[in-house]
């Protein structure tokens, strides 16, 4: 869907919001008409919980209830959002509490600031915690406007988000209100400004840039395994070949590759701790000089001697060496963890077809001929502080290792992969993402795709690295963090009390 469609997409909301405001709604109808945009939103967006295999699920028939709860519990964000912007855009005053025209009482906040200030706010809780859910933010769907995207490593994507809401709100104004011409010109500058800022920063990095660097190539190996043969345990053999072909294939390669990345959980097995299949890697590595990153399943036992599960990554050296092996960090709730076990542990004894992995605490750094590198699994590409983190820790380039095979050929698969490109133009390095089956891509550190392969098809992708930023490194946003989102909560909080005073 062209991300243009977002720019007015939130008006029809801010038009029946502000009928209601006017009119002197209560509180409830508020928020049922923000929860009612938010759980048609979210019933459409979130349709690929349906289409999930049985390979994904393992209680089939949950996953038809687990769509319309999850649309529903999605959807109390949009209701918390029409709530408080519509409370606080009440007009103020006796005259309001008797009905009065709006005209008669002045509002007190406009609700064309208090909606996107609330909005942003109300995306920052939503992408929070053990539950946090950030898919779906606006500003995510701006993501092929390559000169906009640069706005994230000013503030992240919650940047891109408040510019989109003001979008809709410039937009919401020029066709209703006293001020059509003024808010008109206020959009068209929204687009031009940062736009044509853009523009001059992607000129003056290709200006900076040096030529490809052999040493920096990199190979990815999309196995396309389906679910059903690498869960089935069956298989692990055959499963292995195929990587291992795969990047024996690239091992050939003239520039050979600095490193052969493969995806999550690659093998579906205990890669590291199944001996005939580590020594197969680790035979490879030795034998071609090249390191094979590999994500795969792994287990250790804590201090009390209880086992812990893990979806992990690690790197088979050339030396024989396997070196640190990371951990993910954050889990997909009800996916891969039950949430909240650490304060209600009798919830981790629910069986609802959860992996229960263990989460991982912290960064781990991989040596590469390109410099220090980090991994995020899967998920963990949606939360642009893992990877701010990993930068700040030394990271100079990023992989992102996934196996998005559970959602089909759907929209998702691709949202995915988009949202990950964000992560390489928020901190201004490269990122290599390895899907099992796509889509596997490579990204400057400007959002742009530098090599791709075709979804659901086997294949190696053996393509030079970006080189990493030599402007603007390290990014405002690396260096500040989410400071759009928090300012938005203090906002938020600011125009409450400036609300209640005016009430009084």
Known sequence: MPGFLAWAALVPLLVALDARVRRGAGAGALFRLGWVFGFVFFLIGMHFIALLSEVAITVP???????????????????????????????????????APAEAAPARVPLALAFPVVFLAVEELRGSGELGFPWFQPGYTQHAYVPLLQLASLGSVSLLTLWVLLMNVLLWRSVSGGARLRSALGALLLVLVPWLWGQRVLQAADLAAGPPDPARTVALAQGNVAGEIKWSGNHEAEILATFLGLSEEAARRRPKPMVVIWPETATGSYLRKQLDQALAVAGFAARTGVPVFSGFADYAWDSAGRQRAYNAAGRFAPDGSLGPTYAKRHLVPFGERMPFQRLFPALGRLELGQAEWTPGERTVLFPSAAGPFACLVCFEAIFPDLPREDVRAGARWLVN?????????????????AMSVFRAVENRVPLARCANTGRTLVSDAYGRVTATLP???????VTPLPPAARLGFPTPYTRLGDWPGLLSLVSVAALALRAALRAR
């Open 61 to 99: 028939w949950l996953k038809y209830p687990a769509w319309g709860l999850a649309a529903a519990y999605l959807g109390l964000y949009g209701g918390l959002v029409a709530l408080v912007a519509g409370l606080l855009a009440r007009p103020a005053g006796p005259r309001a509490r008797a009905a």
């Open 401 to 417: 290792i996934t196996n998005d095979e559970w959602f089909g050929n759907s929209a998702a698969l691709h949202q995915h992969a």
């Open 455 to 461: 979804v659901f098809r086997a294949g190696v992708l």
